[in-house]
């Protein structure tokens, strides 16, 4: 069965802010130099299939402070797609201390470890960091897709 909906890394969340706002900006963004626009079709089209794109607070933080890393008029552009992308998004909400507790949070931070919390086989994570993704798949669940397999297809 299909995963209902997918949660997002930060970087991931930035390809598609950008893309969204103008697919230029995916070669111009500082943080985006590893990427392509054919990176952010293929994005769109992966969160195509599910219904529900799935964030935590830590993930839209991390995603704000790196799109806020661009020079004007863009930068406004940037947060005003972020802004409805959080308007189309569900929200989840881990607590930091629950978050924290884990092993996790000694090796990836606390937005990754949120997101590891957050996890499950029916809301995987999407992600380019190979140890996140490994650490996801840690359980022996299917918690997690890594885009770069997606990017070799």
Do not use: K
Request: charged share 25%.
């Amino acid at each position: 069965m299909p995963p209902r909906g997918y949660f997002v890394d930060a970087n991931l969340l930035v390809l598609l802010v950008a893309g969204r706002s103008a697919r230029r900006l995916v070669a111009r963004h500082r943080r985006l130099r590893d990427y392509s626009v054919e990176d952010y079709h293929r994005l769109v089209d992966l969160l195509a299939r599910v219904n529900q794109l799935l964030v935590t607070p830590n993930t839209l933080t991390e995603a704000s402070n790196l799109l806020a890393q661009h020079a004007e008029p863009e930068r406004s552009r940037l947060l005003e797609q972020l802004r409805a992308l959080i308007d189309r998004s569900e929200e989840v909400v881990v607590v930091s201390r629950d978050a924290a507790a884990g092993a996790a949070f000694l090796r990836h931070g606390l937005t990754d470890a949120a997101l590891l919390e957050a996890v499950s086989e029916e809301t995987p994570l999407l992600t380019i960091d190979g140890g996140l993704y490994q650490e996801a798949l840690g359980s022996g669940r299917e918690t997690a897709v890594n885009f770069e397999h997606v990017r070799a297809l």
